[in-house]
């Protein structure tokens, strides 16, 4: 299934924002996978040509050893502006590109970006999970919603990331002396669940190994 590109002349926000609620309603936080799966996809985004094109990475990693097996890139005329909110419908559709040329299909997708910890509950990742009917995990590195505690200072400490009086996700430190990470479940994977996850992708970097390598692919590093 594919996400909606409207244009920027033509978009209209309020029928996107009323689209994101409808959305939100099918997303389920209810496990469905018992640890990492055989295939896990990262991706991540970024702009070329000013902002005129959206690149998308989609790296497959093997669940078991974290080692990269293939990687897909799509371009796609950029479908909007920069809005906060609405960064799924600028991202996505190059992003559902990405995902669908890689050779396999994976059981779980970590995205750069948020899962339900989003104004809304439907951050880019909570969008391509439903979307694609994949579980999804969103891996922020900025706080888009929420309050919470600064987590410790190691590698592994972290806090529940509250928004509205329930809790949405969690702030994880995931390298000693860098600023945390705001995780939060997309689809098909509980609250609970999606730190564990996280934190076994951890390789020393501050990004999980998923979406470390997609974003060193979209951004040519």
Same mark, same amino acid.
């Given at each position: 299934?594919?996400?909606?590109?409207?244009?920027?002349?033509?978009?209209?926000?309020?029928?996107?924002?009323?689209?994101?609620?409808t959305l939100a309603a099918q997303v389920e936080l209810t496990d469905v996978?018992?640890?990492l799966p055989t295939h896990i996809a990262g991706i991540d985004s970024g702009f070329e040509d000013s902002g005129r094109t959206t690149l998308s990475a989609?790296?497959?990693?093997?669940?078991?050893?974290?080692?990269?097996?293939?990687?897909?890139?799509?371009?796609?005329p950029t479908a909007l502006?920069?809005? #906060? !909110?609405? $960064?799924?419908?600028? %991202?996505?559709?190059?992003? +559902?590109?990405?995902?669908a040329q890689l050779p396999h299909a994976p059981q779980l997708v970590m995205v750069d970006g948020h899962g339900i910890a989003h104004p809304r509950g439907l951050g880019i990742a909570a969008h391509?999970?439903?979307?694609?009917?994949?579980?999804?995990?969103?891996?922020?590195?900025?706080?888009?919603v929420g309050d919470y505690d600064?987590?410790?200072?190691?590698q592994g400490d972290h806090s529940p990331l509250l928004f509205k009086g329930k809790q949405v996700g969690w702030v994880l430190r995931s390298k000693p002396?860098?600023?945390?990470?705001?995780?939060? #479940? !997309?689809? $098909?994977?509980?609250? %609970?669940?999606?730190?564990? +996850?996280?934190?076994?992708?951890?390789?020393?970097?501050r990004l999980p190994e998923?979406?470390?390598?997609?974003?060193r692919l979209a951004s040519k590093r």
């Open positions: 299934m594919q996400a909606s590109s409207p244009t920027a002349s033509t978009v209209d926000y309020a029928q996107l924002r009323q689209q994101q609620r996978l018992t640890g989609a790296v497959l990693l093997d669940g078991s050893t974290l080692q990269p097996l293939e990687s897909a890139l799509a371009r796609l502006p920069y809005i #906060p !909110g609405l $960064l799924s419908f600028r %991202e996505l559709p190059a992003a +559902l590109q990405a995902l391509l999970g439903v979307l694609t009917g994949l579980p999804s995990i969103g891996i922020g590195k900025s706080r888009l600064e987590p410790g200072p190691a002396r860098c600023k945390p990470l705001f995780v939060s #479940p !997309g689809h $098909l994977v509980s609250v %609970e669940a999606c730190l564990p +996850l996280v934190l076994q992708c951890l390789r020393g970097y998923p979406t470390r390598l997609a974003d």
